[in-house]
């Protein structure tokens, strides 16, 4: 079965559409860097902690499904 797929910029726009989200990961930097001076956090990384995407946000868009990341191939369209 061929997997939906998803690109970077459309998850990551989506993603940071909450305010919610966008503290978190803030909090997370934060906390982060007080530890240990340094933060990574990918595309990728917010993706695959994600608990569900939208389909409105998938190349294959249309319905009201809700995908697990490992459900999707993730693009990274940011290159």
């Not at 939906?4 to 982060?32: C, E, P």
Request: proline share 3%.
């Amino acid at each position: 079965m061929k997997k939906n797929k998803v690109k970077a910029s459309k998850f990551l726009a989506w993603y940071f559409s909450s305010s919610d989200d966008v503290k978190s990961i803030g909090n997370r930097a934060v906390d982060t860097l007080l530890h240990s001076g340094v933060v990574t956090i990918t595309a990728e990384d917010l993706f695959d902690e994600c608990g569900y995407i939208p389909q409105s946000i998938c190349e294959n868009n249309v319905g009201e499904f809700e995908y697990v990341p490992s459900e999707l191939q993730f693009i990274n369209d940011l290159n």
